[in-house]
């Protein structure tokens, strides 16, 4: 019986650290989708202004993840997750309250730092008590609950401003906020079990392997590269669309990544537990690097839409695939500083992306940024055979 529950994925603490995860995320995307224009209205922020006010959030969380990946089994899991969930809960709070820009832009960068310890905590806690032979599969479930929140929380956000308030959009978040910690109140969490000599060197070590898993550095920079791609579709596909006049079919581009994301994940994470990494990780670079020549391609709907089909089974299942490699190559004892890791870098890539490609957008147009991006994505596929395809290669065949 003890065998069987190792063995299963979908247990109680799965389903709720599932439903954690999607209430924090879909708070984010409500957040993100509407920030920039909540400060011009509110606030009469300028432009760049307004653009900060969205992206501080995502500094605080890269802050949070660098130091929660340290101090994860220091401080104890269960500990750091209700202390990064509570936080995360007064940040939603504290936009009642916000009568400036100012007090606006703290507000943001704190509930970032909640946001970034919540969501390495909630991702370390889930990869630990997950089957290791079922991991890619286990991973590949879990991380749909951002996927439904990528998809619903943009929806949900320009559905409450344009029928209610601003207001009432942060009443919502905060309702979320409640579910998240509430949910993660029943979870079974398994602390690791570190001496307090053990504990004491971690607090007063300040070397770069203190806040970076080194095993997880060769896929966090792949991801690096693929979250500059992504963010060059997140950020640019509405103005690209407008100015190929395909503005219906763009409103439509992310409920099509979702509806494949949720028919493709699941069934690579069963491949890749089967058959390896590789068997699943060359095909989605393809069609990563397929779906961003087709959205530069795109001279009617059809190829946009299919684009997002695309770029679900490209981007999406990299995702998850990659996250599920990172607990694969990273020591049990190192699991928490690796999955920061691997986040810092996809987050950064997400972050520094729209500013580089901008550039590239202004002096070029969206065209060529979306061709450039294309090439870069496919030169990632002998980049990844170097730096871990060749050796999993390696050890499938040995395998057998």
């Not at 910690?181 to 979870?187: D, H, S, W």
Request: with cysteine; charged share 10%.
């Amino acid at each position: 019986m003890q065998r069987m529950e190792q063995d299963r994925i979908w247990t109680k603490d799965f389903v709720l650290l599932l439903a954690s995860n999607f209430f924090v995320a879909l708070n984010f995307y409500l957040l993100m989708t509407t920030m920039a224009v909540y400060a011009i209205q509110q606030f009469r922020a300028s432009e760049s202004n307004a653009g900060l006010a969205a992206s501080i959030f995502i500094i605080g969380a890269l802050l949070a993840r660098v130091l929660a990946g340290k101090f994860i089994d220091v401080v104890g899991r269960k500990k750091l997750l209700f202390g990064g969930l509570i936080l995360f809960l007064l940040g939603s709070v504290f936009y009642l309250f916000a009568l400036n820009l100012g007090f606006l832009m703290a507000v943001r960068f704190i509930h970032g730092i909640g946001f970034g310890i919540s969501t390495t905590v909630l991702t370390t806690v889930n990869m630990s008590a997950l089957p290791p032979h079922k991991r890619g599969e286990g991973i590949g479930y879990f991380s749909l609950s951002t996927a439904a929140a990528t998809a619903i929380g943009p929806f949900l956000a320009l559905y409450l401003i344009h029928h209610f308030t601003f207001h009432t959009m942060f009443v919502f978040c905060i309702i979320f906020s409640v579910t998240a910690l509430a949910a993660a109140a029943f979870v079974t969490i398994t602390e690791l079990d570190l001496s307090v000599e053990q504990k004491e060197k971690i607090k007063r070590s300040f070397r770069f392997k203190d806040f970076f898993e080194k095993k997880a550095l060769p896929i966090s920079v792949l991801m690096f590269i693929s979250g500059i791609g992504y963010s060059g579709v997140v950020s640019f596909i509405n103005p690209y669309a407008m100015e190929m006049n395909l503005t219906n079919a763009a409103s439509f581009f992310f409920i099509v990544y979702s509806v494949f994301l949720f028919l493709g994940r699941p069934v690579a994470g069963k491949i890749f537990d089967v058959k390896g990494e590789n068997i699943v990780v060359y095909p989605s670079y393809l069609f990563f690097s397929l779906s961003l020549l087709l959205i530069a391609l795109a001279k009617n709907g059809v190829l946009l839409l299919l684009a997002g089909a695309f770029m679900a089974l490209g981007y999406g299942t990299l995702m998850s695939s990659m996250q599920s490699i990172i607990g694969k190559v990273s020591p049990p004892h190192r699991l928490g500083l690796a999955i920061s890791t691997f986040f810092i870098f996809m987050d950064a890539g997400m972050g520094t992306g729209p500013y580089i490609l901008g550039f590239i957008a202004e002096k070029y147009g969206f065209h060529a940024m979306y061709v450039v991006l294309a090439a870069a994505i496919f030169l990632l596929i002998p980049a990844y055979y170097l730096v871990h395809g060749r050796k999993a290669g390696a050890e499938k065949s040995g395998s057998h």
